[in-house]
């Protein structure tokens, strides 16, 4: 019997990017290079300009710290 087993790497951290990259740009890009690889990701991700979360509607929410 084969079984398969899977492996997961759980990320916790941020990427600096240009001010101008825009959440969806950046979620594009790295989903191509998850796929690229013929891996999969499952998760989510929140932008954060000057320390804050943005909310859906573009402004500030709570305080990264």
Known sequence: MN???R???????CVEV???LTLDEFMDKFIAFIEENSWYFGG????IVDGFYINP?????EAVF
């Open 57 to 61: 509607d573009g402004s500030k929410g």
């Open 44 to 47: 989510g991700m929140n932008e």
């Open 18 to 20: 240009p001010v101008d």
């Open 7 to 13: 492996k997961e790497i759980e990320i916790q951290g």
């Open 3 to 5: 079984i398969m087993s």
